[in-house]
């Protein structure tokens, strides 16, 4: 079964750092792109970036440029998100998904709460 | 950016009635990269329909894409009560990928 499972929820305080992952299995993992997606009530569904596990290229939404960093572990097929300094609007939940185009396979989500 | 504009915001039917559901591209989406996701309450978004009007894998023959160019549209030919949920459109054309903003499905 092609799948994608993610880290658990995280609660952190602003100001920290945190890095959550996806790990992919079923399918050969460095020939699909990884996406990350953001999802809040007010702002819905947000393209964060994606990575091509192959050779590790990563590519970022604008909104999200320098904001976040994309990597990924070939050697167990796991891509992660990463931010050096959590901000309360971080507070989301975080969606990884498969992609070649449209999104087929996603995450189970990755709640992310940045509270003081 | 690629702005997508979902309508209607919610649509209230019954189940066996028929669901059309619009989205709007600000401008031409390249090649017809226009994809439509379900989710569900509490799950992730699923993909129903790749490149305007291709089914993905496992999706039922009542859920059809259809349009080009700046204008979309998803149609559910009869609901059935596990259709009940937000629907929202995505463009994969060009960078950044945008998604709309939803059209909730509501029983009536």
């Known amino acids: 079964e092609v799948q994608l499972v993610q880290s658990g929820a995280e609660v952190k305080k602003p100001g920290e750092s945190l890095k959550i992952s996806c790990k992919g299995s079923?399918?050969?993992?460095?020939?699909?792109?990884i996406a990350w997606v953001r999802q809040t009530p007010g702002k819905g569904l947000e393209w964060m970036g994606f990575i091509y596990p192959g050779d590790s290229d990563a590519r970022y939404s604008p909104s999200f440029q320098g904001q976040v960093t994309i990597s990924a572990d070939n050697s167990i097929s796991t891509v992660y998100l990463q931010w050096n300094s959590l901000k309360a609007s971080d507070t989301a939940m975080y969606y990884c998904?498969?992609?070649?185009?449209?999104?087929?396979?996603w995450g189970q989500g990755t709640t992310v709460t940045a509270s003081s | 950016e690629i702005v997508l504009t979902q309508s209607p915001g919610t649509l209230s039917l019954s189940p066996g009635e028929r669901a059309t559901l619009s989205c709007r591209a600000s401008q031409t989406v390249s090649s017809d990269y226009l994809a439509w996701y379900q989710q569900k309450p509490g799950q992730a978004p699923r993909l129903l329909i790749y490149?305007?009007?291709s089914r993905a894998t496992g999706i039922p023959d009542r859920f059809s894409g259809s349009g080009s160019g700046t204008d979309f549209t998803l149609t559910i030919s009869r609901l059935e009560p596990e259709d009940f949920a937000v629907y929202y459109c995505?463009?994969?054309?060009?960078?950044?990928?945008?998604f709309g903003q939803g059209t909730k499905v509501e029983i009536k």
């Open positions: 998904a498969r992609t070649k185009g449209a999104f087929d396979i």
């Open positions: 995505q463009q994969y054309g060009s960078s950044p990928r945008t």
């Open positions: 079923g399918y050969t993992f460095t020939n699909f792109w």
């Open positions: 490149g305007a009007s």
